[in-house]
């Protein structure tokens, strides 16, 4: 240690450039990453877009539905109750906007509640709404040529508000 400028030597046991960098979100940790999810569809069976692409932290990986699926949903569970006030949803759009609106949801008892309702999604949307609880988090779509997201993070509310 010095006073002016201590130095820390990084060891690595591959190039630094082949190391994938982490994929951070401009508010925060996601509740949603890589916990299990559902969806009502996935591109052909195909696991290389399957629903935990969704949720998995890198933006180069997708959730895709079949091209004819117009309404589809994606559900994550976040493993115990958590409260929640923001989201991320980043959809894929390479080929064109497919998502028209949206509803982020929560499970109470038997029933789905609609915590945030918005219209097209596209690239890299954040969305703020009143906080909620809940173990189970749903994204319903209405899209168009089978909708895709790159990533859909729930997020819990920041400190000190």
Same mark, same amino acid.
């Given at each position: 240690?010095?006073?002016?400028?201590?130095?820390?030597?990084?060891?690595?046991?591959?190039?630094?450039?082949?190391?994938?960098?982490?994929?951070?979100?401009? $508010?925060?940790?996601?509740?949603?990453?890589?916990?299990?999810?559902?969806?009502?569809? $996935?591109y052909r069976g195909y696991r290389d877009f399957g629903l935990d692409k969704a949720v998995d932290g890198d933006e180069d990986t997708r959730w895709a539905t079949d091209e004819?699926?117009?309404?589809?949903?994606?559900?994550?569970?976040?493993?115990?109750?958590?409260?929640?006030?923001?989201?991320?949803?980043?959809?894929?759009?390479?080929?064109?906007? #497919?998502?028209?609106?949206?509803?982020?949801?929560?499970? #109470?008892?038997?029933?789905? $509640?609609?915590?945030?309702?918005?219209?097209?999604?596209?690239?890299?949307?954040?969305?703020?709404?009143?906080?909620?609880?809940?173990?189970?988090?749903?994204?319903?779509?209405?899209?168009?040529?089978?909708?895709?997201?790159?990533?859909?993070?729930?997020?819990?509310?920041?400190?000190?508000?």
């Open positions: 240690r010095h006073p002016v400028a201590t130095v820390v030597a990084l060891e690595l046991d591959q190039p630094a450039l082949s190391i994938r960098p982490i994929a951070l979100s401009p $508010v925060g940790d996601g509740l949603t990453l890589r916990r299990p999810a559902k969806a009502s569809n $996935v004819d699926v117009t309404h589809c949903w994606l559900e994550v569970d976040l493993g115990r109750p958590h409260s929640f006030d923001r989201a991320l949803i980043d959809e894929w759009v390479a080929a064109g906007p #497919r998502i028209r609106s949206f509803e982020i949801q929560i499970r #109470r008892s038997e029933e789905w $509640v609609t915590a945030h309702r918005g219209g097209a999604a596209g690239r890299r949307r954040e969305v703020s709404f009143g906080p909620v609880t809940a173990h189970i988090v749903r994204l319903h779509i209405e899209g168009t040529n089978g909708p895709s997201v790159d990533e859909f993070q729930v997020f819990a509310p920041r400190s000190g508000r």
